[in-house]
């Protein structure tokens, strides 16, 4: 699972702009102010114990200033709560953090009787708790886990309807985009291609995760303008308008379809209660076209 980012840029920004001295947050996290120093001049990385306490003694969301780009595993929660893995034993109970390690590196369940001193210490419930246990496991064995259908930033908040979002627009994008198993570029990868597109350095990669991600709402007409070529959509795609929103939404569906090779199955149809237009369907079926015709071509 992913850890949270750390942006020592972004770290030392928020704490001058909060007026908050290097000591004094030394001081919050029992470090010394030389320790943040480092931090924040990339010498050195805090542990991801520390990332939560670091995020209130400025003041700030631990989810804001250092973003995680998936749901939480074992170590993740228990990061989050500010416990480093050899305080687990005290938690729970027992003479060793045994228990815990094992479950965070997957080999095995925690004990039914482990789990609500766990769960309350980490702050999340017991069903929350083995979720995380259920991706660490996952993650040892190399699989997917199903996870709920989630509402927050960055995804539809329905399945099967247009996003609203900035975030759920842009999350549709790279998901329809690049279906592969490669999956979408990177948030630095999409940043220098925004940006290559535009001529200028109009955005960081940290701006890009943050547009993701739903930290920023908003993005100028021109990061919009260049994003839009860039993967390839029409820019109506961003304006506010349901119509477009849905209009834009199934052609995306069709041609990420496509790309995966289910052509045959999207040919000469649309998708929803409304469909697409006449004008669009015959653009997504001339699209649909090509790429049979490509699709031919690599088999000879």
Known sequence: ??????????????????????????????????????????????????????????????????????????????????????????????????????????????????????????????????????????????????????SGAGRTSVPGAPPESLAEKITLLLDSSYPGPQGPPSDAEMANAVNAHAGAPILTEEDFRDLRTGVTETASPAVLDALAAVVGVSRMYFEPDDAVAAQVYEGLQLLAAAKKGAVGRVKARGMGSQGLSPKAMELVNELVAELEEKQTDANE
């Open 1 to 150: 699972m992913p850890a949270r980012h750390f942006d020592r840029s972004r770290l030392r920004a928020v704490r001058r702009a909060a007026e908050i001295y290097q000591a004094a947050v030394g001081e919050a996290l029992g470090v010394s102010d030389s320790a943040v120093a480092s931090w924040e001049g990339g010498a050195q990385t805090p542990d991801p114990e520390k990332l939560s306490a670091l995020a209130r003694a400025l003041g700030s969301d631990v989810d804001v200033l250092f973003p995680r780009s998936g749901p939480p595993d074992l170590t993740d929660l228990r990061c989050d709560a500010g416990y480093y893995q050899y305080e687990t034993a005290a938690l729970i109970g027992t003479k060793s953090a045994g228990p815990v390690a094992a479950a965070e590196r997957g080999e095995r369940q925690l004990k039914d009787k482990y789990v609500p001193a766990l769960a309350t210490a980490y702050g999340v419930s017991e069903e929350d708790l083995r979720r995380a246990e259920a991706r660490s496991i996952a993650k040892t064995q190399g699989v997917q886990v199903e996870e709920p259908a989630p």
